[in-house]
């Protein structure tokens, strides 16, 4: 079997994506062209830990007016420079428990289903990270000028729901899928003693 140097080259490539994809929790790792260290930070009165890039930093107040108009916008939304990815964390006073998560997953995935009848939706399920039951969706939608790769996710979170987003554009969501889901992975709720 012959191989040129176009074929040696791709191969050469796909290792070194591979090798590239590593924990998240564990150093830099390459999505698309360039390296990202994820680090755990704290968010409501440090009983929320989650690893996000390092980078990211919160969304300034008229982006978040332009990217979420609504005034129910979440409370945390960190992003990359040009707010092209984003991770976002909101309270909502609404009471759920760990049995009842994947049921408010399921109401919530087929609300957006029926407001939003274009978007396409591909896995959807439970995650049992640190003891806590994390309902997650993902789907396209479609904004005006790209469409986005949104990751929904929710959770119990002292008795409230706990929902968060992660969202890039479609285009780029395979670089970052990987990494998104192994930043639901790392959520921690610190129980107050």
């Known amino acids: 079997m012959e191989y040129n140097d176009e074929k040696i080259l791709d191969i050469l490539n796909e290792i070194e994506k591979s090798e590239a994809r590593k924990d998240i929790s ?11 260290e994820f680090e755990e930070q704290e968010f409501f009165d440090e009983k ?7 980078n ?4 300034p107040i008229e982006a978040r007016k332009l990217k979420y108009p609504s005034e129910n916008r979440p409370k945390i939304i960190m992003c990359n420079d040009d707010g092209s990815i984003a991770f976002t964390l909101n309270i909502i006073d609404s009471p759920l428990d760990e049995e009842r998560v994947g049921e408010l997953k399921d109401a919530m995935k087929n609300a957006i289903k ?13 995650l049992e990270v640190d003891c806590k039951n994390i309902g997650f969706f993902e789907f396209k939608s479609y904004a005006l000028d790209d469409a986005l790769y949104n990751l929904m996710f929710v959770f119990e979170f002292e008795e409230k729901t706990l929902m968060g987003t992660f969202s890039c554009r479609y285009g780029d969501y395979e670089e970052w ?8 992975k790392t959520i921690k709720v610190v129980k107050e003693e």
Do not use: C, H, W
């Open 26 to 36: 564990k150093g830099a790792i390459k999505i698309g062209d360039r390296y990202y």
């Open 48 to 54: 929320l830990k989650i690893y996000i890039p390092n």
């Open 56 to 59: 990211f930093e919160d969304m």
């Open 114 to 126: 029926r407001t939003s009848p274009a978007n396409v939706f591909y896995e959807d399920g439970i």
């Open 177 to 184: 899928r990987e990494a998104a889901f192994q930043v639901l």
